[in-house]
């Protein structure tokens, strides 16, 4: 009995401690992410700055209404999940492919050097990554461009065609990240048995069969993992790049959600509008992960959680 | 025996592919990179007139000059390293004070709180309520905007506590408690010796974070003398905003331009030296967090 009620303020005593540590990041999160979710009501007002959130008037589903009868939302919802499929599907297949070339590589130093070099433009910000495509598209020094004037062709404005921003968004995005996607699936592949290749070895496997029996099926959950993460943020396609290559002549294929938000929220001042968009585009981005979720766990690859 | 030579026929063949697949990677990755440093020390009028393929033609320090004598730049470089200091060091303290309470199976609420971090990886307020909320508290134009609302990545909490779960035994805990040593007291002076690591980790993720983001100062900066580094080469290399006073000794128009395109290239090299020359040594950290968070816990 007296040992029970002492254990019992001693947990107590323990819990307390827990809530203390806890407070300054709950104090946080409260504050920077639960509190703008308050904000979201004005998605369903006209904001005014003169009566404030609570203060505005109510106007039901006016804002969504409006953005679903746009034409605009069409076009943005479109350009933003045609461009983050794209993505997807050619930074995948880069990143397993690098990881195992590399788990192949002849030598260990080889498999450091060329390791170190793929990973090294990750570190390259968005902002210089950025004009690093401007310079080297530029009409008139952009190395791209004098090497096409060797075959006698003219300078074409790469930047300035809607036809090519995807192109250039994704194929940059494989130069600057396939290094560094690569490292989780070659973490998955060191952790392989090495028994199996021994076996694989013993009964005559080439290496190639070894690729397709061994090694993919073995980072296959991890695969399935990082794919579902990727489905889940379709809609969330990262807005400082795009936003970085836009220009008044791409912004046909260049104007993401992400980016309309910020232009009529903070650009157009049109808080009520831009707001609705962003919960729009929130429950999307739920609704799908959600589903992807689920989906992975029904195929027996186990979902996030 | 002959299939088994032929296997070994093809493998030979598998390493040569291989190998020149891996140098192709290489040679992609590296080519723009060189480029960018050659044609930033180059001659400026080889530059422009297309004679810089891969190696520098001519010899010009120039454009560096005029990199560093931009007063900007350096208010840039200063205000960024304070971003990059301060606000690692929030961060990571919250990320720390957040990952362990939830690493400890004791604390009876810890999937409520769970839950609570998950959530706001699923949804959130979105871009006009964050920005309206940091206004109402007055952050709007001051450097706490740069610091405070995303200090904490959730997903960095996962990882934090992940680490943890797997270092900090059950053993260790017990032994402690039942010296009479609280949680504050266990974390201060026990978990947080023996987490080094992951806490580099973090601090690596936080610096480089901050270090080459550019969007909290773009939508919550108005004044110049706060804009980090990342803004002040936006406004530079992408939005081509030049005052005069920057290139002022040189007289002729034609020489300003192409002077103009060849500090580019230096301001380019000097933005992003710093990150590339130390990454090499702590390349090995960035794997590990990588490596931990791939661990489903």
Redesign the interface.
């Known amino acids: 009995m007296i040992l029970s009620s002492s254990h019992l303020h001693r947990t107590f005593?323990?819990?307390w401690?827990?809530?203390?540590?806890?407070a300054?990041?709950?104090l946080?999160?409260i504050?920077?992410?639960?509190?703008?979710?308050?904000?979201?009501q004005?998605g369903f007002k006209q904001y005014r700055v003169s009566k404030g959130?609570w203060g505005s008037e109510w106007v039901g589903l006016k804002h969504f209404v409006h953005f679903f009868q746009s034409p605009t939302s069409l076009k943005v919802i479109w350009n933003t999940v045609s461009l983050s499929l794209y993505s997807i599907a050619v930074s995948f297949p880069f990143a397993i492919f690098?990881a195992i070339?590399?788990n192949?590589?002849?030598s260990r130093r080889?498999k450091k050097?060329?390791q170190?070099?793929?990973?090294?433009?990750y570190?390259?910000?968005?902002?210089?990554m950025?004009?690093?495509i401007?310079?080297?598209t530029d009409t008139?020094?952009g190395?791209l461009n004098?090497f096409i004037?060797l075959f006698g062709l003219s300078p074409v404005n790469f930047m300035a065609k809607p036809e090519l921003f995807r192109h250039i968004y994704v194929w940059t995005n494989v130069?600057q990240q396939t290094?560094?996607n690569a490292?989780?699936y070659l973490?998955?592949l060191t952790a392989v048995d090495p028994q199996l290749y021994e076996a694989a070895r013993v009964d005559?496997?080439?290496?190639?069969q070894k690729i397709f029996h061994i090694d993919l099926p073995s980072i296959r959950s991890?695969i399935v993992?990082l794919l579902i993460l990727n489905m889940g943020y379709v809609m969330s396609v990262g807005?400082?790049k795009a936003y970085?290559m836009q220009n008044a002549l791409n912004l046909e294929t260049s104007e993401i959600i992400?980016t309309y938000?910020?232009r009529i929220?903070?650009i157009n001042a049109d808080?009520s509008f831009?707001?609705a968009i962003?919960?729009v585009?929130?429950?999307i981005?739920?609704v799908l992960?959600?589903t992807v979720n689920s989906l992975a766990k029904r195929s027996g690859e186990?979902g996030?959680? | 025996m002959s299939?088994?030579k032929k296997?070994l026929r093809?493998?030979r063949l598998?390493?040569m592919v291989?190998?020149t697949?891996?140098m192709f990677?290489?040679l992609?990755?590296?080519y723009?990179?060189i480029?960018?440093v050659s044609a930033s020390i180059s001659d400026h009028k080889a530059?422009?007139s297309?004679k810089?393929?891969l190696l520098p033609v001519g010899f010009d320090l120039t454009a560096y000059k005029t990199v560093f004598s931009y007063g900007l730049i350096l208010t840039g470089y200063l205000n960024s390293l304070f971003y990059m200091g301060v606000g690692t060091l929030i961060s990571v303290?919250?990320?720390l004070?957040?990952a362990?309470?939830l690493s400890?199976k004791?604390?009876?609420?810890?999937n409520v709180?769970m839950g609570?971090?998950?959530f706001?990886m699923?949804?959130?307020?979105?871009?006009?309520?964050?920005?309206?909320?940091v206004r109402s508290l007055g952050m709007l134009d001051t450097r706490w905007a740069m610091l405070?609302?995303?200090?904490?990545g959730v997903w960095n909490?996962i990882v934090t506590r992940t680490y943890l779960r797997s270092t900090i035994g059950d053993e260790l805990y017990e032994a402690a408690?039942m010296e009479g040593c609280?949680?504050?007291r266990f974390?201060v002076s026990i978990v947080i010796p023996l987490s080094g690591s992951i806490i580099a980790v973090m601090c690596l993720y936080y610096a480089?974070w901050i270090?080459?983001?550019?969007?909290d100062a773009l939508?919550y900066l108005r004044s110049r003398d706060l804009y980090p580094l990342?803004i002040v080469?936006?406004n530079i290399?992408?939005l081509n905003q030049t005052d005069g006073g920057m290139i002022k000794d040189i007289s002729v128009m034609a020489r300003k331009q192409g002077l103009a395109?060849v500090m580019?290239?230096a301001l380019?090299v000097v933005?992003?030296a710093p990150?590339?020359m130390i990454?090499?040594f702590v390349?090995r950290h960035?794997?590990k967090g990588?490596?931990i968070g791939?661990v489903?816990g």
């Open positions: 005593r323990r819990q401690q827990f809530y203390a540590i806890m300054l990041p709950f946080h999160l504050i920077f992410k639960y509190l703008p979710m308050l904000g979201l004005i959130i690098l070339a590399l192949e590589a002849m080889f050097t060329v170190m070099v793929t990973y090294m433009p570190f390259i910000s968005t902002v210089v950025v004009s690093m401007i310079q080297f008139r020094l190395v004098h004037g130069w290094g560094y490292i989780i973490a998955a005559g496997c080439s290496k190639l991890t993992i807005f400082e970085l992400s938000i910020y929220g903070l808080f831009s707001t962003g919960l585009n929130s429950l981005n739920l992960l959600l186990g996030l959680w | 299939s088994w296997s093809s493998d598998f390493d291989n190998t697949v891996l990677c290489i992609v990755v590296a723009p990179l480029y960018i530059v422009v297309g810089v393929w303290t919250l990320t004070l957040a362990y309470p400890r004791e604390f009876t609420q810890r709180f609570l971090f998950l706001t699923l949804f959130s307020g979105g871009l006009i309520p964050t920005y309206m909320l405070l609302p995303n200090a904490v909490v408690a609280g949680d504050v974390l480089v270090w080459n983001s550019y969007f939508i990342q080469l936006r290399l992408i395109d580019k290239y380019i933005s992003s990150l590339l990454y090499p390349q960035f794997v990588v490596m791939s489903k």
